[in-house]
């Protein structure tokens, strides 16, 4: 069984031991080792069941640190680290010769960030190295926005599990590269693109095919749930075509009435987005663990923080 403490001293005496723990941010709660340990990045890599090409987020402690990690850094990498960090951007830039090949998977960039999170903030600051840590969900699962979804997770894997309450932005971190010095999209996230615009101008998203994303984490089938899920844009026609099962619905803003629905999740009855992406796992957490047919969930609007729902109900959707 792990333990759940707000324990910052045990946090520290576990990592200094090469340990794996989970610890909380602004996003998702993370699986937190030291980057310089071989043995707590292997850790890292068997407990989450994640393929070694697929490398891991650097948290740093603060904007200054960043060379420490990160060499050649754009203008509009500074301005963004600036603007938003702490905060839930994460950027990948070409890497500091430290920084081990089992983090950054053999690339010769690394992707960095600083959490928002109060309790880790105050854990970086007393660790003499950066964390690595991935999403603290098995491969291609939820991601957890509270530290009981970790524990349902890893009961036995996970020494500790820092708890943060739940993540004030509840969907992981926006990821830019740059090509040429100029930012590209690489995962929509809980900054909104907008945002990210307004302070360095118009950001290219990059045009992969499935099998090969910019960043390898963005599989077309992510962040599912074991039941099936079906994106939809008529909920009310979807309800009638399924009667005769036990159906769950997640949607923005209206309240849907059925004989098949056994459980529903209104995002945010005010209609913000804000509110809906906070809200969006620990819900489809909910609604997975219900024993349903199936699990409808309703297309968001195309814009701001939608865009990102809209993303990550594709890919949960996704057979
Ligand atoms: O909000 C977040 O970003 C959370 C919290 C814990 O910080 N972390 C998170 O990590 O979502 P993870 O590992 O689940 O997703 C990180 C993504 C993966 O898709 C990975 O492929 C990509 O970042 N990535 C990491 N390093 C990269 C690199 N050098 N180049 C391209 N993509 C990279
Ligand atoms: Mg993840």
Redesign the pocket.
Known sequence: MNSISKSIPEAIALLNQEEVIAIP?E????LAGNIFSPKAIASIFSIKKRPTF????V?LKSVESLPQVAREIPIKAAQLAATFWPG?L?M?LKKQSNVPDLV??G?D???V?V?NHELTLALLEQLDFPLA????NPFGSI?PTQASHVAQYFQEEVPLILDGGSCQKGI??T?I?FENDEPVL??L??LALEDIEAVVGPVAVHNYNEKAP?????LARHYAPATTTQLTTAMSLDLDQNLKLRVGVLSFSTNYQSDCIVAQEVLSKSGSLAEASSRLYAALHRLDSQELDLILVERFPDIGLGKTINDRLKRAAKK
């Open positions: 941010t996003t998702v709660y993370g697929n490398p891991l987020i948290h839930p994460t990948v950054t998977a690339k960039t690394v992707a960030r959490p840590a991935p999403s603290a991601s992981e971190s990821i590269g690489y995962r996230g809980s910019p960043a390898p984490g963005m």
